[in-house]
């Protein structure tokens, strides 16, 4: 990959910054980000814990931080919507337009689903959800239409709509430190490099394309277990990846989970879960090659629960075709990459963080990005028949004499 200065280009724009974007500071909160300076409704009642989500479309608002009956700004549609989140259960909304307010914007208007049970307080863990994803993932005002790319503007779109941004792209800068999203603006100082440009890519099933965007998918297309001594390829089939920050998880398929147990040497099997040696994994990263650009992630980033000297890891799977039709990233990628999400036009395009903590945003007016790109070999080389199990290269268990000597 070619690394420019870019701080040069950056330096040019630096007056017009200021205006036309939003900057929300994030919180890492459990491995989700967390926005917690907004406000909602007339008095601004303040609400914190919501997690920011391109893996959803609306934004939702629990009774544990926001009483309808309390503003004067909220319109309740009365218009009844239902919801699911991951694990949550389905629950009922009513559709409401309230203002929405943070540190340098005001949404007049704007749609949240409000639980029309009381004592929903929380989902999964949190006082709500805003969803930036696609609008034909909408659930709020959802008509039979909603596919054909109509719906309402949600919240990237809304800042667009009412004159706050110039574009509805956002970019994430997860880094541990200080992480935080720009709407309608590139911190270009986040990042080293040209920004990779990667096309979203549309839902393949057993018997149809769909014609729209539905989830914000991207290919992977290939997929490394990487230890001190080596790298082995664990996936080498074209999938398609849904980039859900909402995700903790790592989705993937059998045959890929299946792969990469047989990588590791120390493993044991109680209550039906597989634990692996933390010594071990604390040894093994992952790299998940997107479009051409590779992003890894240390295994201890997906811990989940821990056993003695062992832990058990965030790995799920489900056939494609049948059970589901995308794997999941795990959200753990984000501290590692910068990621800018320009759905209206149907791609991402992400780089490598510079853990720099000085910030050097351009705004973004057009489909053009103000900053270099480029697009990588593998661009062409996109999800586009349907995965199959049976065409994963399979990787040998390691042998058990292995396991002895470690
Ligand atoms: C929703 O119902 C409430 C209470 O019945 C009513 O005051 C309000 O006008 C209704 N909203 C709309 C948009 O019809
Ligand atoms: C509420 O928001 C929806 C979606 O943006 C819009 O279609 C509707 O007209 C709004 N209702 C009112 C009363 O402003």
């Not at 694990?87 to 009922?92: E, N």
């Not at 634990?275 to 051409?292: P, Q």
């Not at 058990?312 to 959200?331: M, R």
């Not at 268990?397 to 396991?403: G, Q, V």
Request: aromatic share 12%; charged share 15%.
């Amino acid at each position: 990959m070619l690394i420019l200065l870019l701080g040069v280009v950056s330096t040019v724009s630096c007056a017009a910054v200021a205006s036309n974007v939003v900057q929300i500071p994030l919180e890492i909160d459990n491995s989700m980000y967390t926005v917690n300076s907004l406000s909602l409704g007339l008095p601004a009642q303040s609400v914190s814990k919501i997690v920011l989500d391109t893996g959803s479309s609306d934004l939702v608002i629990t009774h544990s931080v926001y009483d309808i009956t309390k503003s004067t700004s909220a319109i309740n549609s009365n218009l009844t919507f239902s919801m699911q989140y991951g694990s949550s259960d389905l629950f009922y909304v009513f559709a409401v337009n309230e203002t929405l307010v943070g540190d340098d914007f005001k949404l007049s208007k704007f749609p949240l689903g409000y639980p029309k049970d009381t004592l929903i307080r929380d989902i999964v863990g949190y006082s709500g959800i805003l969803g930036l994803g696609f609008r034909a993932f909408e659930a709020l005002f959802r008509t039979s239409n909603n596919g054909k790319g109509v719906g309402y503007a949600n919240f990237p779109q809304a800042l667009k709509e009412q004159g706050i941004t110039k574009s509805s792209l956002f970019s994430l800068n997860g880094q541990s430190d200080n992480p935080y999203v720009i709407f309608g603006g590139v911190d270009t100082n986040a990042y080293e490099g040209p920004l990779v440009k990667v096309p979203i890519i549309f839902i393949i099933g057993t018997n149809f394309v769909l014609d729209y965007y539905l989830y914000l998918d991207v290919t992977v297309n290939q997929v490394t277990f990487n230890n001190k001594e080596d790298k082995t390829v664990i996936a080498n089939q074209p999938l398609a990846y849904w980039m859900d920050t909402g995700a903790d998880s790592w989705l993937t398929t059998p045959a890929i989970y299946k792969n990469l147990y047989n990588c590791f040497q120390n493993t044991k099997l109680e209550n039906e879960i597989t634990w692996i040696l933390i010594k071990e994994l604390k040894k093994i990263s992952i790299t998940f090659n997107i479009a051409g650009f590779d992003v890894t992630i240390p295994l201890t980033d997906l811990i989940d629960t821990k056993n003695g000297d062992y832990a058990s890891l965030k790995i799920d799977y489900a056939t494609i075709g049948t059970e589901t039709y995308q794997s999941i990233i795990p959200n753990a990628v984000y501290k590692y990459m910068y990621t800018v999400f320009d759905l209206d036009n149907g791609f991402v395009y992400l780089g490598k963080s510079s853990g720099s903590q000085r910030q050097v945003i351009k705004s973004v007016t057009n489909a053009e990005l103000p900053v270099p790109t480029t697009t990588l070999k593998e661009y062409t080389n996109s999800y586009t028949t349907l995965y199959k199990d049976s065409l994963e290269t399979m990787v040998a268990s390691r042998p058990t004499s292995c396991k002895k000597k470690h």
